[in-house]
């Protein structure tokens, strides 16, 4: 069984996780918005957009990760 401590560091991992995508995000937007090239210049073929989608869902997938897991470890202390 896992301790508060853990699920609280686990946590933070997950919010430290996604406030670093989401300036990323934020990033690649404003740099689509000035201009016309779409495109990042690390991947010259890959799609703006596609990589904004892409870390979109791996931020939800980590938010969700993280309600189930403090779910379970909730469910978990109640019973003991």
């Known amino acids: 069984m896992c301790s508060i401590a853990l699920l609280q560091s686990i946590m933070l991992m997950l919010q430290t996780l996604?406030?670093?995508f989401l300036t990323i995000l934020?990033?690649?937007l404003m740099s689509m918005l000035r201009?016309?090239?779409?495109c990042l210049p690390l991947w010259?073929?890959?799609p703006m957009f596609r990589i904004m989608i892409l870390m979109i869902l791996v931020c939800i997938n980590s938010m969700?990760?993280?309600l189930i897991w403090e779910d379970i470890m909730m469910r978990?202390?109640?019973l003991s």
Not at 35 to 38: H, I, L, R, V
């Open 18 to 20: 996604c406030k670093s």
């Open 26 to 28: 934020n990033s690649c």
């Open 35 to 38: 201009t016309s090239n779409q």
């Open 44 to 46: 010259p073929r890959v």
């Open 64 to 66: 969700l990760i993280g």
């Open 76 to 78: 978990n202390q109640s």
